[in-house]
């Protein structure tokens, strides 16, 4: 490393020291302050560790905790982003914040679409996984054609990466790549002839323009997928999802490639981010042994099915950005067999997406498939969920719109049932949390 490198190293872990210091911390700030003294320091910071990277629209911070506690098994000196600080200048501030220890150096990092290409004109990783692309953030990222170029641009840059791809979604088989590719798929069911839902983006075939069919179909435009008129069809899979045994909103148990695993956390979806997880894993020598003793291990993460209690209630919060995501989380509502009431919290600050035309996609009519005694609504654009809500039948006298964050935790100290169910953008997450915090009912961390 030259003396302008080492400057920018200085400089970025003398920042981070005042940050921890004097303020609640930061992410971003120092990294992007030592990027702007040498545009190379992440090459530099990089050099010695073997990195994975996890990029795609959903599911890239669960998939890296998992991932990251599955490494953690065999490799003790490894590095992530836990705080979902996900572009060039948070992957930056991490290897600053990292001080390693002897032996072989490990990195697992989730990787924003659009700022892969930054990224790996610095990094080369090893893996580059791809989790899925979903319709998210229409005034940043345009059309999820775009958000594929991007991933497949950033991927080039480092043309040694295997990519390690979800072999459900078609979009990752649409294209030939200069990297190597291995899939993760499902086979937990027996073949048979269905179509994704009408309103499913990504389902025309990439040759033809034809309508894809289905063997099956695990949600949204995955599943084992083949085009009635040409030969366009799911690509083999070295790593699959064989059966699933139990679903609840607590857990999930399931079986790759005949071996028994079980996370603790719901959803089908969640189970495609194990999934990615485990191939991580076997792509690096681990047992299926050392693979669920990593899954143990990993903690809640920030706004994915957090559990919070306030006063008598339980509040479980989920992060929502995208329909698809919306639709996955209303969905595990169908395992819940106590009453519970709602709570939905909308922003458009530019994290969250300033296009907030996407919840007009958003299944919230399947609520009315549950007796939901209240349903609290705040946020910046709570006076358009109130209406997309009553547009899809919810009931106006179970609606309580709340002007502030503070209002509504309030207000679900009141609410007639113990479960609460909240569903927020990502900066609401973020106001929920501080205001949980100084109100007592949680500790703050930084995201």
């Known amino acids: 490393m030259g003396i302008r490198g080492s400057v920018a190293v200085t400089v970025g872990k003398g920042t981070q020291w005042a940050l921890r210091t004097f303020t609640k911390g930061g992410t971003s700030l120092p990294g992007k302050l030592a990027a ?17 990277i996890i990029t795609g629209t959903n599911g890239k911070t669960l998939t890296t905790s ?82 594929y170029d991007k991933m497949v641009e950033g991927a080039a840059l480092a043309p040694e990466a295997i990519i390690l791809a979800n072999g459900d979604s078609p979009m990752f088989n649409s294209r030939d790549l200069v990297n190597p590719s291995i899939y993760f798929g499902f086979n937990h069911e027996e073949d048979g002839e269905t179509m994704a839902h009408y309103n499913t983006d990504g ?56 071996h028994p695993f079980k996370i603790n956390i719901a959803g089908l979806y969640n189970i495609y981010n194990a999934l990615a997880a485990y191939a991580i894993g076997r792509e690096f020598g681990l047992t299926p042994e050392e693979i669920q003793a990593g899954f143990s291990a990993t903690e809640q993460k920030f706004g994915r099915q957090e559990t919070i209690k306030i006063g008598d209630k339980l509040v479980i919060l989920n992060l929502i950005k995208n329909p698809v995501g919306l639709n996955q989380i209303i969905a595990l509502l169908d395992y819940e067999e106590d ?16 296009d907030v035309s996407w919840i007009w996609d958003g299944e919230f009519e399947k609520l009315n498939n549950f007796a939901i005694p209240y349903v609290g ?20 006298e179970t609606m309580v719109t ?5 209002t509504l935790i309030d207000s679900l ?25 100084e109100k ?8």
């Open 203 to 258: 389902v025309l075939c990439p040759k033809c323009d034809s309508i894809l069919h289905y063997k099956f179909n695990t949600y949204a435009n995955l599943g084992k997928y083949y085009c009635p008129k040409c030969d366009f069809k799911r690509p083999e899979l070295k790593y699959e999802v064989s059966s699933i045994e139990h679903l609840d909103y607590n857990s999930s148990t399931f079986h790759i490639d005949g």
């Open 413 to 437: 100290k009141d609410a007639p049932t113990e479960k609460i169910y909240l569903m927020a953008t990502y900066t609401a997450v973020l106001n929920l949390r501080k205001a949980l915090a």
């Open 402 to 406: 709340t002007d502030s964050i503070e």
């Open 36 to 52: 702007k003294i040498d545009p190379s320091v992440l090459a530099h910071l990089a050099n010695e560790y073997e990195v994975v």
């Open 339 to 354: 009453p519970f009431s709602i709570g939905v919290v909308l922003n458009d600050r530019p994290a969250d997406g300033t």
């Open 66 to 147: 998992l991932a990251f506690h599955v490494l953690q098994q065999k490799f003790p000196d490894i590095l992530t982003n836990p705080t979902g600080a996900n572009m060039a200048q948070g992957i930056i501030s991490t290897f600053l914040e990292k001080r390693s220890k002897t032996g072989k150096k490990v990195a697992i990092l989730e990787v924003d679409e659009a700022s892969l290409i930054h990224v790996t004109k610095h990094i080369k990783p090893r893996i580059i996984v791809n989790t899925n692309v979903f319709r998210d953030q229409m005034d940043r990222f345009g059309e999820i054609y775009t958000i």
């Open 440 to 447: 007592g009912y949680i500790q703050e961390r930084m995201k």
């Open 377 to 396: 609504v705040s946020g910046i654009r709570r006076e358009e969920m109130a209406l997309r809500l009553k547009v899809a039948g919810v009931p106006e």
